[in-house]
């Protein structure tokens, strides 16, 4: 089983992921591995680093980091847990790359399509659209101190991000589910277990 969950910055993405997945922890029923992208394996600190300074200069260069880091994630760590019958919770995943890069910085998304498809990564089982509002959003990323290379974007870009992670939604609705991410942590996991419950998962 694996689940992602995505939201444009400052959606609550990381306490709502640690909280989903200590959620299923204690179900028991399976083990639960929570990661999240990029830097989600070993070695992928350095490019973390190297995307969030800012200082790429060839409008492919991110593109091309967040793919190879997704192939060292795919099969160092969600693909032997998934085979393993673990439940893996991924905070952002390829929709990231797409509402990002495609819809945020304006690439095509046939080379993001093709190389997804040729690298054979798994089509996550669900993903958790965390949504609210660009401006609210902003606000709380600034609340919490510097930003990083997208989030001093603005709300203009994190806008064309929230349409590309909708328009994602439409392309594949049976496999996405989209929960306000304006209420409390506490309603917003309320929401999103009940969503688990709905769907089988436990
Ligand atoms: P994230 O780890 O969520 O940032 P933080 O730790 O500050 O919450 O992600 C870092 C940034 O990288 C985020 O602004 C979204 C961006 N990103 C892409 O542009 N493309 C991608 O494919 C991924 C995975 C992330």
Request: net charge negative.
């Amino acid at each position: 089983m694996f689940i992602a969950i995505e939201g444009i910055d400052g959606t609550g993405k990381s306490t709502q992921a640690a909280r989903l997945a200590a959620y299923l922890r204690a179900d028991g029923s399976r083990e639960v591995v929570l990661t999240k992208e990029p830097g989600g394996w070993d070695g992928g600190t350095v490019l973390r680093e190297l995307v969030l300074g800012g200082k790429l200069v060839h409008p492919w260069s991110e593109g091309y980091l967040f793919m190879l880091d997704r192939a060292e994630h795919v099969s160092r760590i969600i693909e032997p847990a998934v085979r393993e019958g673990k439940i893996v919770v991924c905070e952002r995943y390829h929709a990231s790359t797409l509402a990002y890069q495609v819809w945020g910085r304006g690439l095509p998304i046939e080379p993001f399509d093709s190389l997804f498809k040729f690298s054979d990564f798994p089509v996550p089982d669900l993903t958790i659209l965390l949504d609210m509002e660009p401006e609210a959003a902003l606000a709380r990323v600034r609340s919490r101190g510097e930003e990083d290379a997208f989030e001093s974007e603005g709300s203009a870009f994190m806008t064309r991000i929230r349409t590309g992670y909708l328009e994602q939604m439409k392309r594949a609705a049976a496999f996405w589910t989209c929960i306000s991410a304006e209420a409390s942590p506490d309603v917003v996991f309320e929401n999103i277990v009940s969503e688990i419950k709905n769907r089988g998962i436990i």
